[in-house]
């Protein structure tokens, strides 16, 4: 099997040598951020919006970004040439680095630890990309913070292998009767009544690059776009619903806790929507 090669603190080695210390803050208190652009034709998609991100939720957690978004690009690239990646992702993640201790109070001098490193993936023929998938509902146990992109990501984590338990696709997070979003996306509905909807923006959930753009390319389709919370019963009972991530672009959802949605197969608007998207996607990706 051919060995990946990954960046790590301003080097590029096989994976099989690649090392962070026992005592990065990323690994002992997972004090770090992170960032996944998807790749076309060896081009990065969405690239500004996520380093916007990045420096962002880096920001939220006064970690320092002591990289350029140009010097950021080419380290993308390198990756990307050096491992022949045509379509996949790249993985980013920023941790507030290592200090020598243990320590919870951040340390006044310490070096980031950057690490980046690609993944294949089939993203425009994905097979839930054509049939859709199903979801069950989790409670949102989630720190209240769900804007800031973290490496904490155990929830998520737990919340998909119950939903792998349940013998479907995804989760999406509940709270106080309401969705939030699922557990590694943004979650929508389209009403009856031909009105997208999505939850709108504030810390309880990750201002997703994919559903920003959704709601640009939304317009073209002259769809109205409605950003408030709706209940697990408005999307079962909804024409359509779906997700939006950089990993799985726009995903039909065709079954809600056991419920068709609609006649139980992906809906007409959700697919011009998600070929609308790979099109955009393409045209602007670096």
Not at 110 to 135: C, N, Y
Request: aromatic letters at 8%; one cysteine or more.
């Amino acid at each position: 099997m051919t060995q990946r090669t990954v960046f790590v603190n301003g080097d590029y080695v096989d994976e099989r040598k690649a090392t962070v210390s026992v005592f990065d803050r990323g690994f002992l208190f997972a004090d770090g951020v992170y960032e996944v652009c998807s790749v076309l034709d060896g081009r990065l998609i969405d690239f500004e919006a996520h380093v916007r991100r990045l420096r962002r939720s880096a920001g939220e957690l006064e970690i320092a970004v002591p990289w350029s978004d140009d010097a950021l690009l080419e380290i993308h690239r390198e990756l990307l040439r050096r491992n022949e990646l045509k379509e996949g992702m790249v993985y980013l993640q920023l941790t507030r680095g290592s200090s020598g201790d243990r320590d919870f109070h951040y340390p006044e001098a310490v070096t980031p630890t950057l690490v980046l490193f690609t993944q294949a993936k089939s993203l425009v023929d994905a097979a839930s990309g054509r049939r859709g998938i199903r979801v069950v509902t989790q409670p949102d146990w989630r720190w209240a913070r769900r804007d800031i992109k973290t490496v904490q990501l155990l929830y998520p984590a737990m919340a998909k292998m119950a939903a792998r338990n349940a013998g479907v696709d995804d989760a999406w997070m509940v709270e106080d009767g309401f969705v939030t979003e699922g557990a590694s996306n943004n979650a929508w509905i389209l009403t009856t009544e031909g009105r997208l909807v999505t939850r709108e923006l504030s810390h309880d959930i990750l201002p997703g690059i994919t559903r920003a753009v959704v709601c640009e390319l939304a317009e073209t389709l002259d769809l109205v776009v409605e950003e408030r919370a709706f209940t697990v019963e408005e999307a079962q009972s909804a024409a359509e619903c779906f997700v939006t991530s950089a990993s799985s672009f726009v995903t039909p959802v065709i079954e809600l806790d056991g419920v068709a949605i609609a006649d139980g197969y992906p809906g007409e608007v959700v697919r011009r929507l998600r070929e609308r998207y790979i099109e955009e996607s393409r045209r602007r990706a670096l």
